[in-house]
């Protein structure tokens, strides 16, 4: 089977709690696949995060990546390298006293030699726009930046797969922007796996895939257009349209469709131009 993760029928409940976090849960993720996780808060989105990275391991159903089955134990520490996650506050991920001995972090466990270490270090501080930084402490950084380095210190273990629980809700626009620039680069030039996990559909939009969930159970699934286009079913689920579907679902109702100027609108400047456009059509 192509892909990197498999969910097969996956259900869980936390001990002692009598209901199911997650029921019946099945998906594939295609290598290089940038998907979002969305769903209202307490619908499983954490909880499913952690069976994708081994963290919990299944008792009904199986989780299986790169190939590995997280249920063999020997299959653990390949997957902790192969899988890298950032989280929602830059505050509790942060660890050092600089940001390059932050990035470096992972890498002093992982035994890597100092020299290729120190390259490394480099070239992803680099890449993520945080040179001059090297030597600052992470706490005097702005949040972007602060996430900016947990990305970078994810990113220098070299992961196939990424995780990103909510890591732009604690920031602000500016910051939230720094990071979803790193991340549709990261789709547009290298071959990572990307799962993100948020509540901002207006990100999730930017994706190639969203999935849906709602009380543990997966109700949607596909293209973001057609996903986050799905009135009912957002309603459904507490979820409200992304901003630019908002716009060309009121227009479309007053009898002017966008989709038929550009039908792959997803920034706020491909919905701009399309007004325009439609606007000299007329
Ligand atoms: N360690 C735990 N023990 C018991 N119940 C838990 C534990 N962690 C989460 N839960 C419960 O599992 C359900 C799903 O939680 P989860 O954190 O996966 O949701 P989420 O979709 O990530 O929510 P949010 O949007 O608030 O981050 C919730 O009802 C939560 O209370
Ligand atoms: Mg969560």
Same mark, same amino acid.
């Given at each position: 089977m192509q892909g990197t993760i498999h969910v097969d029928s996956l259900t869980f409940q936390f001990q002692g709690n009598g209901e199911n976090? %997650?029921?019946?849960? $099945? %998906?594939? *993720?295609?290598?290089?696949e940038w998907v979002s996780i969305v769903g209202h808060n307490g619908s499983g989105k954490s909880t499913l995060a952690k069976f994708l990275n081994g963290l919990l391991i299944p008792v009904t159903g199986d989780v299986t /990546? @790169?190939?590995?089955?997280t249920k063999d134990f020997n299959n653990q520490p390949l997957i902790r390298k192969k899988v890298s996650m950032v989280?929602?506050? &830059?505050?509790?991920? %942060? #660890?050092? &006293?600089t940001?390059?001995?932050d990035v470096?972090?992972? @890498?002093?466990?992982?035994?890597?030699?100092?020299?290729?270490?120190?390259?490394?270090?480099?070239?992803?501080i680099h890449t993520l726009g945080l040179s001059g930084l090297e030597? $600052?402490?992470p706490s005097r950084l702005s949040g972007g930046q602060k996430q900016r380095v947990a990305l970078a210190g994810a990113l220098v273990l070299q992961p196939e797969i990424l995780i990103l629980d909510e890591a732009t809700s604690m920031l602000d626009p500016i910051g939230k922007k720094e990071v979803m620039d790193q991340v549709q680069r990261l789709r547009r030039e290298t071959e990572l796996t990307i799962v993100m996990i948020t509540h901002d559909l207006n990100e999730a939009l930017? $994706?190639?895939?969203?999935? #849906? *969930?709602?009380?543990?159970?997966? #109700?949607?699934?596909? &293209? &973001?257009?057609?996903? @986050?286009?799905? $009135?009912?079913? @957002?309603?459904?689920?507490?979820? /409200?349209?992304?901003?630019?579907i908002e716009i060309m679902e009121g227009l479309k109702g007053k009898g002017y469709d966008l989709r038929e100027v550009n039908n792959t609108i997803i920034t706020e400047q491909e919905l701009v131009d399309a007004i325009w456009k439609l606007k000299q059509m007329m």
């Open positions: 976090v %997650l029921t019946d849960i $099945s %998906l594939s *993720l295609r290598a290089g /990546i @790169l190939g590995m089955n989280f929602q506050n &830059p505050d509790n991920q %942060l #660890v050092a &006293p940001v390059a001995d470096a972090f992972g @890498l002093e466990n992982a035994g890597v030699p100092f020299k290729e270490m120190q390259a490394r270090v480099r070239n992803t030597n $600052s402490e930017m $994706s190639d895939r969203v999935i #849906v *969930l709602k009380e543990g159970r997966i #109700v949607g699934d596909g &293209p &973001p257009l057609e996903v @986050l286009s799905h $009135s009912e079913m @957002l309603a459904d689920t507490n979820l /409200i349209h992304p901003f630019i």
